[in-house]
């Protein structure tokens, strides 16, 4: 196996994007990071997508992005893990470059989700749970984590307000990034009043939706230099899975799928948890941040609620969370998030986050993406090169 | 509305039918191919009592599109007596009244429906026990 590098990132902010079709979006972020790499072709782009199809009557991403980024005729196929698409799409990529396969691959996650109503959005986020047993009998995507987050106030005996830090972390860091959906910080009162959507879970625990797209260029370590962009080594990218209905699972409250995904990462990149500098956590709901950090070890079970705190999870906490905001704020474009987490841990690792933003010189950081509530869950370490 | 499925689900909507390992006896709602528990690709139907006790609940106020004419409804996960956990809407219970750990049985109830003309789609809701 070839180590692997990014050379080139890129992204577009995440917004409302009604005048920018999918096909624009995703161009643009592949053109950036192809730009940013000094690149003028690849060998294969592999599309993290999710709801193309129901949303935007468009599928067959692969070949259609392909065209638009003047590079028709390369390898180019469409990856799907509901909201963990994209970095199953980088993985795809860093198993084609690793492999000796291809030289070069560009990863793309892009989501348009504003482009029909909020039912249909609704709709099609709910496919990412069991079509036959969760969705047919009226369970919302919202509703399902909701009964993660009630028995876990149960059996632990914590109270709504305190996941509130995780929520008010994520938003006071996207605030200084330009290409967050959410400017604006947030507090605790705020939070309390925040209306609910499914009880316990309230609008400020759902990460909003938004539409956008990200990517990054990899090749051979060998090769890095051959490209302009900063080069950040791959340390890690390995994929765990679990059921994906919450009833067939032992413990809806350990998500085997975070823990195997994490472990298989820790061992490939050959790190301990005392190595990652910040971590670029799914947190699409408060209570996946928590049982997240949990299942990855940075918490014993039931436990996590005890890290949410500055010193803890702040920029110059012990173990910083969603530095650029997050899924919360910076906004959670379904299948593009991965990527935007991958961009974002590499630009904290280039040194080039916004001043505020920038973690003290990290040299391993990780960015873990899930699909479905624990059903999908790719883990990334990346790390500064020696 | 996807007609096959609700005619293929009928056993499992409607008579809470599941299968049981015949190597290790292991109850699974829904059906399954595997068992999860053995491996093993033998097994036979198994209708569940349908009592159970609550494991969590949530009171939903944005629903899923057909499900938009029903706000608020309660979803939940049941522990069934026979082992495994389902996931369910509550019935006949009002959301200050429910508790987790409280005992609730199957009921057969109205799921959807599509529009006045549409069809209605029938299923097992869990209630508090009425005897
Ligand atoms: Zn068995």
């Given at each position: 196996m070839r180590e692997v590098a990014i050379v080139?990132?890129?992204?577009?902010?995440v917004e409302e994007h009604w005048d920018i079709s999918l096909r624009e979006l995703a161009a643009k972020a592949v053109l950036n990071a192809m730009d940013d790499a000094g690149a003028e072709d690849v060998d294969a782009l592999y599309v993290g997508n999710m709801l193309s199809g129901i949303l935007t009557n468009q599928e067959n991403l692969g070949a259609l992005i392909a065209e638009c980024v003047g590079l028709s005729g390369i390898e180019a196929v469409k990856i799907e893990a509901a909201c963990g698409s994209a970095a199953a799409a980088f993985r795809q990529a860093v198993l084609g470059v690793a492999s000796g396969m291809i030289d070069s691959a560009v990863a793309v996650g892009v989501e348009k989700l504003t482009e029909m109503s909020g039912r249909a959005t609704t709709h099609g986020l709910a496919t990412a749970s069991d079509g036959d047993y969760e969705m047919a009998i009226g369970l919302s995507f919202v509703a399902i984590n909701a009964l993660l987050m009630r028995r876990y106030m149960h059996e632990y005996g914590w109270e709504k307000n305190d996941f509130a830090p995780f929520v008010i972390n994520a938003h006071r860091n996207a605030a200084h990034n330009p290409n967050a959906m959410f400017q604006n910080q947030i507090n605790q009162e705020q939070y309390n009043l925040a209306k609910v959507v499914a009880d316990p879970i309230n609008l400020l625990d759902s990460s909003p939706i938004g539409d956008g797209a990200a990517a990054v260029l990899v090749v051979p370590?060998?090769?890095?230099?051959?490209?302009?962009g900063q080069?950040?080594?791959?340390?890690?990218?390995?994929?765990?899975?679990?059921?994906?209905?919450?009833?067939?699972?032992?413990?809806?409250?350990w998500l085997k799928g975070v823990e195997r995904s994490t472990a298989?990462?820790?061992?490939?990149?050959?790190?301990?948890?005392q190595d990652i500098d910040l971590f670029e956590v799914h947190d699409a709901f408060s209570i996946i941040t928590a049982l997240s950090l949990e299942a990855c070890g940075f918490a014993e079970k039931g436990q996590a609620l005890r890290m949410a705190n500055d010193e803890s999870i702040g920029l110059k906490g012990k173990l910083p969370l969603t530095t650029m905001g997050g899924l919360k704020g910076r906004g959670h474009p379904v299948g593009a998030t991965g990527l935007y987490q991958i961009v974002e841990a590499a630009t904290q690792l280039r040194g080039d986050a916004p001043d505020a933003l920038q973690i003290d010189a990290p040299n391993c950081v990780m960015a873990q993406n899930i699909g479905g509530s624990g059903a999908n869950v790719i883990t990334s370490i990346l790390k500064r090169r020696d | 509305m996807d007609i096959p499925r609700s005619w293929r689900l009928r056993n499992q909507r409607y008579l809470l039918e599941g299968n049981a390992c015949t190597s290790c006896d292991k109850k699974h709602f829904p059906p399954v191919l595997v068992c999860s528990e053995c491996k093993s690709r033998d097994l036979r139907p198994f209708t569940f009592s349908g009592k159970g006790k609550l494991y969590s609940y949530s009171t939903v106020y944005q629903a899923p599109g057909q499900f938009e004419a029903f706000v608020p409804y309660i979803?939940?996960?049941?522990?069934l007596e026979e082992g495994p956990r389902i996931t369910t809407q509550l019935t006949d219970i009002s959301p200050d009244e429910v508790r987790i750990?409280?005992?609730?049985?199957?009921?057969?109830?109205?799921?959807?429906?599509?529009g006045e003309r549409g069809l209605i789609l029938y299923g097992y809701k869990f209630r508090p026990p009425v005897d």
């Open positions: 080139g990132i890129g992204q577009t902010p370590a060998e090769d890095a230099d051959k490209y302009d080069v950040i080594t791959v340390a890690a990218c390995e994929i765990g899975t679990d059921t994906i209905a919450l009833d067939n699972r032992e413990d809806p409250l298989k990462a820790f061992r490939t990149a050959g790190v301990r948890h | 979803v939940a996960l049941v522990d750990g409280m005992p609730v049985e199957k009921v057969i109830r109205k799921i959807s429906e599509e």
